[in-house]
């Protein structure tokens, strides 16, 4: 349980940490909260050479409104998440999601930027993104790219972003005034990661769902959009015999492992009824404006 040696670089600008990632290729790894790397790093299923530490490069921190979006920097920690006035109002769903992730000592902590990156099937966070339609912005020596949270996610811990890049921010196109999300996850206590979780996000117009947005954690190799299951939503009033066919289309989706949160048929059964709970949450709250 003791990581092997590495050297530790603390940069103060983006263009000095892509200097030393860069400088030390694959040796390198970014540093943010700490806590997936370091668990990693002490049961030697990562050994970094270099540690680049981002947590005093200003330009990452923070949360604001740009236009038409929301941009987080990467370096954002969880708790930040659920303290932000602009998220509760705009974006609530990241605080409902923040508010489930591990532990407040924690939250206090791990960063979105971390969570994002890691590609840990189990992280909330990257099926919230998905949801939102979220863009990963990502900066190199050679210059910026933008990947869509919908497009990032590869296989378990493999992910589009390529060494020497760093994640800088996330950009959130602002969900329409009125919406309706929910984040529900199942865990078998506090502090632990999913057994399975689903997101969802959608406008009503008319008492009918106008527009709907499913995403799922932990029910694979990597986050799922559940595109089918958001259709099948559209242009009803999310009753219980939609929500049903929604729930299947979003297990047929997933392909759990069978591990210590349960069997594999399970795990998809979960998915099903996360589904459906997150579906009629968020119904009700865009009828209500909760
Ligand atoms: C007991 C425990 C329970 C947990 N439960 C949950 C849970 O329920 N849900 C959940 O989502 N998470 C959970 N976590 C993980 C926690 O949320 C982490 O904080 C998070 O996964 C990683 O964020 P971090 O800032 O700590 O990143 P780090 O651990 O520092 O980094 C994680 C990975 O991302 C890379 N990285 C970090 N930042 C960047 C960047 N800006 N650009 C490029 N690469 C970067 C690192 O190189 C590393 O590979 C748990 C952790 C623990 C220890």
């Not at 997936?36 to 030697?44: A, F, G, T």
């Not at 409902?96 to 990156?117: F, W, Y």
């Not at 589904?275 to 404006?289: D, H, I, N, P, Y």
């Given at each position: 349980?003791?990581?092997?040696?590495?050297?530790?670089?603390?940069?103060?600008?983006?263009?000095?940490?892509?200097?030393?990632?860069?400088?030390?290729?694959?040796?390198?790894r970014?540093?943010?909260?700490?806590h997936?790397?370091?668990?990693?790093?002490?049961?030697?299923m990562?050994?970094?050479?270099?540690?680049v530490?981002?947590?005093?490069?200003?330009?990452?921190?923070?949360?604001?409104?740009?236009?038409?979006?929301?941009?987080?920097?990467?370096?954002?920690?969880?708790?930040?998440?659920i303290?932000?006035?602009?998220?509760?109002?705009?974006?609530?769903?990241?605080?409902?999601?923040?508010?489930?992730?591990?532990?407040?000592?924690?939250?206090?902590?791990?960063?979105?930027?971390?969570?994002?990156?890691?590609?840990?099937?189990?992280?909330?966070?990257?099926?919230?993104?998905?949801?939102?339609?979220?863009?990963?912005?990502?900066?190199?020596?050679?210059g910026?790219?933008i990947?869509?949270?919908?497009?990032?996610?590869?296989?378990?811990?493999?992910?589009?972003?390529?060494?020497?890049?760093?994640?800088?921010?996330?950009?959130?196109?602002?969900?329409?005034?009125?919406?309706?999300?929910?984040?529900?996850?199942?865990?078998?206590?506090?502090?632990?990661?999913?057994?399975?979780?689903?997101?969802?996000?959608?406008?009503?117009?008319?008492?009918?769902?106008?527009?709907?947005?499913?995403?799922?954690?932990?029910?694979?190799?990597?986050p799922?959009?559940?595109?089918?299951?958001?259709?099948?939503?559209?242009?009803?009033?999310?009753?219980?015999?939609?929500?049903?066919?929604?729930?299947?289309?979003?297990?047929?989706?997933?392909?759990?492992?069978?591990?210590?949160?349960?069997?594999?048929?399970?795990?998809?059964?979960?998915?099903g009824?996360?589904?459906?709970?997150?579906?009629?949450?968020?119904?009700?709250?865009?009828?209500?404006?909760?």
């Open positions: 349980m003791i990581p092997g040696p590495f050297t530790y670089h603390r940069p103060s600008s983006v263009a000095e940490a892509l200097a030393v990632l860069a400088a030390h290729g694959d040796e390198a970014p540093l943010a909260g700490g997936s790397l370091i668990p990693m790093m002490k049961l030697r990562a050994t970094p050479e270099h540690l530490d981002l947590g005093a490069i200003k330009e990452l921190a923070g949360i604001r409104a740009d236009g038409a979006e929301i941009v987080i920097g990467a370096t954002t920690t969880q708790a930040e998440l303290k932000s006035e602009l998220l509760a109002a705009k974006a609530p769903i990241i605080r409902e999601t923040a508010m489930q992730i591990a532990d407040p000592q924690i939250r206090s902590k791990g960063t979105l930027g971390g969570n994002v990156a890691n590609g840990d099937p189990g992280n909330d966070m990257p099926a919230v993104m998905q949801c939102l339609d979220a863009r990963y912005v990502l900066q190199s020596k050679g910026e790219r990947v869509a949270a919908r497009d990032f996610y590869q296989g378990a811990y493999f992910t589009a972003l390529q060494e020497g890049e760093i994640l800088v921010a996330v950009r959130i196109p602002t969900p329409a005034a009125g919406h309706g999300s929910a984040y529900e996850k199942l865990k078998r206590k506090i502090g632990d990661y999913a057994t399975a979780a689903a997101a969802v996000i959608l406008t009503v117009s008319g008492g009918k769902v106008a527009s709907a947005a499913i995403t799922l954690t932990n029910v694979g190799s990597t799922l959009f559940a595109e089918e299951a958001g259709k099948l939503v559209i242009g009803t009033n999310c009753d219980a015999a939609t929500a049903k066919k929604a729930a299947e289309a979003a297990m047929a989706i997933t392909d759990p492992a069978t591990d210590g949160r349960g069997t594999a048929a399970y795990r998809r059964a979960m998915a009824v996360m589904t459906a709970r997150a579906l009629a949450k968020a119904f009700a709250r865009a009828k209500t404006g909760a």
